[in-house]
């Protein structure tokens, strides 16, 4: 298995610099919400490392590299392919990589969507990449706090802002998304 600073290597190879100073907040950022809630620090590292491996990649090569390892793609990531990144991401960390752990590559694999019961890894990665320092929307400092006392409330929000900007867009939204923030509301 790579460590982490050939990880690091990787991505400043071969992410922009300023995808790199994204990639390198949301681990900082998903290290504080493990110190927090109780999650593993090393694998909250890897997790936050890997999540972005393949965001450079064209949506003809996301939907190529998944139908080759055996996905059957629905109309929503056929349209919106960016959303495969994640799973081709966690594709490139185990293949190049000799990342085995699931919990670990599904962290990195439902960041774009979200997930019905999301383990308490998958939550910190996909708020840790939604907050992270770099991030700058209007509201993300109130998120931040929300995120640090309550990871749930913190994820509802983030679920909410999502389904609203991707209403807004006119964009179709991942059935995940939906079971996502109905399964939160549920278990309130
Ligand atoms: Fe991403
Ligand atoms: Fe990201």
Known sequence: MWTEEQIKGYLRENLKESRYIHVIGVMETAE???????????????????????KHESGETLISICKN????????????????????GAIIA????????DDILNA????????????????????????????????????????????????????????KFIIDKGLLIHQRTIEARNYIVNNK
């Open 32 to 54: 504080k919400l493990a110190t927090i809630y109780g999650e593993d620090k090393v694998k909250s590292r890897y997790a936050a490392l890997i999540h972005d491996l393949a």
């Open 69 to 88: 390892h055996g996905y059957t793609l629905n109309s929503v990531e056929i349209n919106s392919p960016h959303l495969l990144h994640g799973l081709v």
């Open 108 to 163: 990195a694999i439902f960041h774009t969507t979200g997930k019905e019961n999301m383990t308490l890894l998958e939550k910190i990665i996909y708020i840790a990449d939604y907050i992270e320092p770099s991030r700058d929307f209007p509201g993300v400092e109130e998120l931040r706090e929300i995120t640090f006392k309550n990871l749930d409330k913190g994820l509802l929000k983030a679920f909410d802002n999502t389904i």
């Open 94 to 101: 185990k293949e190049k990589m000799g990342i085995e752990d």
